[in-house]
């Protein structure tokens, strides 16, 4: 593909890290936007572009404007880029592709991956998911995305919402199980990083076996001592206790 | 060390990989009893030693008396060896040292590790967590540890279950979080498999960062469409959209 003139509108990991790829594949991120100049500058003087906080100053002959901010802002930011003819994208899971309506060359364009600012991320190749208003502009970012070694999903705003459900479940509720975790060591005085090799070899099995198959523990065993134990020690946390109890419950049922 | 005479009694997980790396260390397993002769026959067979399904028949003269079983068989099973003079050891986070209060010579050796038998553990440096009766074995049983390359913990009974409870939330939990997300993938025929990428990576972090740092996504977002919308694709399953509810919540009020 040859070089891509690019703006991104936003900062944060999504921008950042998706503005480092497409350098890395030659294309020219020419403007970055941001509300908040400050950002904007500093984001853009990495990627030798131009830096606005104003919508209405948008370079109007980019071939492509990838807007990665927060949900709750995707819309107005669309609705206020004008005059351009490029394709308008947004990052996000949750949000449809209806939010573009404004423009008729719209689409998403969403990982289904977490990124975070100053950490390398380890797991280049995830699932990329499509959806596109215009059938030519959705081989485009086939193309792009293919560059950068993802997997391609053309998926409709329902579906990507259903995945995005599963990957809240997956990733955001696993991660606060495992801060909870992390709490309760810290409470007790023990190096929470203690469970380290336990959570990495948990996740390790899943290249082998489904987590239903890969479960293990005093739920799944129905070993109404220990579990009757832990609920003792969780007294003084009403709420802690309720969790624990409710996912004991649901891994009993669904692991019938 | 010198070869040790080893008995394993129990046939599961546990058993196996400690048998496994015993028999790497040039030790000597001797016999294996499992209530099933059959299934104490094949597993022994791998390590040229003795099988039984009879505790009366438990060989006298082993150094070390490795009880890897279900933790309601624990006490039972150390009340009905007798006459040894080796080191009586259960391998539980959840059982005390007390349920081998018949033996003189007896300690814990709990692995903060997950096993499957026929996956080939990826992460063999994690915690190994010892309590012993007697000052001497606690010195053996660390030496066996190390050998093995593991970290090395003296802790006791309470700690043991509040280590082994930070683990249920840390390991169990989240692995049944990430089941549910590959179960709502499956539901409306994605390839579940789509959510590894994005479940590594969110593990991956936790190398650089804590979980409560590492936390993204709706909730910690207080992104109330979102979540509204979730929790009406949730509709049909109410426990599942009471767990969504409470994890929601705990995020929220716990990374204030």
Chains 1, 2 share one sequence.
Do not use: W
Not at 237 to 250: F, M, V
């Amino acid at each position: 593909m040859e070089t891509q003139k690019i703006v991104i509108l936003g900062c944060g990991n999504v921008a950042t890290y998706f503005a480092e790829r497409f350098m890395q594949l030659k294309h020219a991120i020419v403007q970055v936007y941001h509300p908040d100049l400050k950002k904007a500058t500093s984001f853009a003087t990495a990627y030798h572009a131009e830096a606005t906080a104003n919508l209405s100053e948008i370079n109007q002959t980019a071939d492509l404007y990838f807007i990665a901010v927060k949900d709750i802002a995707i819309e107005s930011i669309a609705e206020n880029i004008s005059n351009v003819n490029g394709i308008v994208v947004h990052t996000s899971g949750a949000v449809k592709l209806e939010a573009l309506r404004k423009h008729q060359r719209a689409a998403v364009f969403y990982p289904l991956q977490t990124f975070t600012k100053g950490i390398k991320t380890a797991h280049q190749q995830f699932p990329l998911l499509i959806e596109s208003k215009e059938k030519s502009d959705e081989k485009y970012l086939e193309q792009l995305a293919l560059e950068m070694g993802l997997q391609v999903h053309f998926i409709n705003s329902t579906q990507r919402t259903e995945i995005h459900l599963a990957a809240v479940f997956a990733a955001n509720f696993a991660n606060h199980c495992i801060k909870i975790g992390y709490d309760l060591m810290a409470a007790q005085r023990h190096a929470p990083e203690m469970l380290l090799p336990l959570i990495k070899e948990s996740i390790h099995k899943l290249n082998y076996i489904s987590p239903a198959q890969a479960q293990t523990g005093p739920a799944i065993r129905h070993d109404d001592v220990t579990i009757a134990k832990h609920l003792d020690m969780l007294n003084n946390d009403a709420s802690l206790k309720l969790l624990y109890e409710l996912l004991t419950k649901n891994i009993q049922s669904s692991n019938l």
